[in-house]
T-cell receptor, first 112, second 115 residues
Framework: DAGVIQSPRHEVTEMGQEVTLRCKPI?????LFWYRQTMMRGLELLIY????????DSGMPEDRFSAKMPNASFSTLKIQPSEPRDSAVYFC??????????FGEGSRLTVL | AQSVTQLDSHVSVSEGTPVLLRCNYS??????LFWYVQHPNKGLQLLLK??????LVKGINGFEAEFKKSETSFHLTKPSAHMSDAAEYFC?????????????FGSGTQLTVLP
């Protein structure tokens, strides 16, 4: 079992650039979650999908953030334009519905 | 509305001594409760979960937690700390209503294990 796969693991970019983070959930899982982790705010739920449909995006900080899940095996989180305060570790997690979340290893974003 | 409070941001114990990481929650619905562990530069890993079965839950690596509804607590314990237990621990509450889930993470407790 490959687990939840996130890419890139590390991203350094300049303010104003577009950033795209990718996630491949575990095969057969029907829910996918995007989290952001910072020292100041801890873990924040940004958005989650159930059967590829966004259920709750109330955690998305602002319009610069968007997430898509075009199919059951792929999701993206996009930030455009990026800002230094977006620097964080972004986690993707998936579950088959049992509440047991499987997390990826995270994408560490640094915006200069 | 629901919330999770991890009462200690940092806990330091000596190797071989007991560990207690405290978590209190509030929820309008019957919650499922979880503890996750995060080692440096790693994703979160499930330690244990409570989903309305036995109130004393045993997890991996010798950890266990007891759900106490009267105290709205779900404290994590381990009889004897090991150096490899040094990590950050998150208490999580999940409630479900239809197809919607509400997940709330605690702010985390950093566990340091001293030799």
């Amino acid at each position: 079992d490959a687990g939840v796969i996130q890419s890139p693991r590390h991203e350094v970019t300049e303010m104003g650039q577009e950033v795209t983070l990718r996630c491949k959930p575990i095969s057969g899982h029907n829910s996918l979650f995007w989290y952001r982790q910072t020292m100041m705010r801890g873990l924040e739920l940004l958005i989650y999908f159930n059967n590829n449909v966004p259920i709750d995006d109330s955690g998305m900080p602002e319009d610069r953030f968007s997430a898509k899940m075009p199919n059951a095996s792929f999701s993206t989180l996009k930030i455009q334009p990026s800002e230094p305060r977006d620097s964080a570790v972004y986690f993707c997690a998936s579950t088959e519905g049992s509440f047991k979340l499987f997390f990826g290893e995270g994408s560490r974003l640094t915006v200069l | 509305a629901q919330s999770v409070t991890q009462l200690d941001s940092h806990v330091s114990v000596s190797e071989g001594t007991p560990v207690l990481l405290r978590c209190n929650y509030s929820s309008s619905y019957s919650p499922s409760l979880f503890w996750y562990v995060q080692h440096p530069n790693k994703g979160l890993q499930l330690l244990l979960k409570y989903t309305s079965a036995a109130t004393l839950v045993k997890g991996i690596n010798g950890f266990e937690a007891e759900f106490k509804k009267s105290e709205t607590s779900f404290h994590l314990t381990k009889p004897s700390a090991h150096m490899s237990d040094a990590a950050e621990y998150f208490c999580v509450v999940i409630t479900s209503s239809g197809s919607a889930r509400q997940l709330t993470f605690g702010s985390g407790t950093q566990l340091t294990v001293l030799p």
